[in-house]
């Protein structure tokens, strides 16, 4: 009977261990710089990739706003339009659906001088291109409805390396594979013995 519940113990630890490991990650948009003028946010950018799930979290001055707009308004800075907007000072947004989203100030000429953010967002473990970005008109958000939410204080290190990165890339994948591995050796040693 005890080697029964011992059988039952060890496969609840390999499930345990073995279930996929998922951490969003939270990029702070500008890194140390925050959301202000004078930032290079397409640089910023094009060495991370965003998937569905991952947020975005901006640190700005009073005198700034975090609106989500579509592809139109992003390209000729229109302001205005907005599919969401916040000017709380830390707006943290999180990326639940695949393709471009477009970021934007909504005071009038900062985005036109460069306060100005388009991610493009991947679906979660896919290696496949994202789907086409939201166009003018639309009353929903392109990342989900409803995302802007107040989060003081979200920072992440400018080195950080996104957890949903490529196979085999980061330090959780290795993790991961330790898991397994340590997961299986439990289950034999206790399903033999």
Same mark, same amino acid.
């Given at each position: ?26 990029? +702070?948009?500008? &890194? ?14 094009? &060495? *991370?990739?965003?998937?569905?799930? %991952? ?9 700034? +706003?975090? %609106?989500?707009?579509?592809? !139109? &308004? ?11 907007? %916040?000017? #709380? ?6 990326? *639940? #659906? ?15 001088? @460069?306060? *100005?953010?388009?991610? #493009?967002? *991947?679906?979660? @473990?896919?290696?496949?291109?994202? !789907? !086409? &970005? #939201? ?7 392109? !990342? ?31 993790? %991961? ?17």
């Amino acid at each position: 009977m005890a080697s029964v519940g011992l059988r039952i113990v060890s496969l609840i630890l390999v499930l345990y261990m073995v279930m996929p490991i998922s951490s969003a990650t939270v990029y +702070t948009v500008g &890194d140390t710089s925050g959301w202000a003028m004078g930032v290079d946010y397409s640089t910023w950018a094009s &060495d *991370k990739t965003f998937v569905v799930g %991952d947020s975005v979290a901006f640190n700005y001055a009073s005198s700034h +706003t975090v %609106d989500e707009v579509s592809s !139109s &308004d992003y390209s000729s800075c229109t302001v205005g339009n907005a599919i969401t907007s %916040d000017n #709380t000072g830390a707006t943290t947004i999180t990326l *639940k #659906t695949p393709g471009t989203h477009y970021f934007i100030c909504g005071v009038a000429g900062h985005c036109s001088i @460069g306060m *100005k953010l388009s991610v #493009t967002v *991947k679906s979660g @473990g896919s290696s496949t291109a994202p !789907s !086409s &970005d #939201t166009t003018g008109g639309s009353t929903t958000s392109p !990342s989900g409805g409803g995302t802007t939410v107040n989060t003081p204080g979200v920072r992440t290190p400018s080195s950080h390396v996104p957890v949903n990165s490529s196979p085999g890339t980061t330090l959780m994948n290795m993790f %991961d594979i330790l898991a397994v591995l340590a997961a299986f050796y439990i289950y034999v040693l206790l399903v033999l013995s």
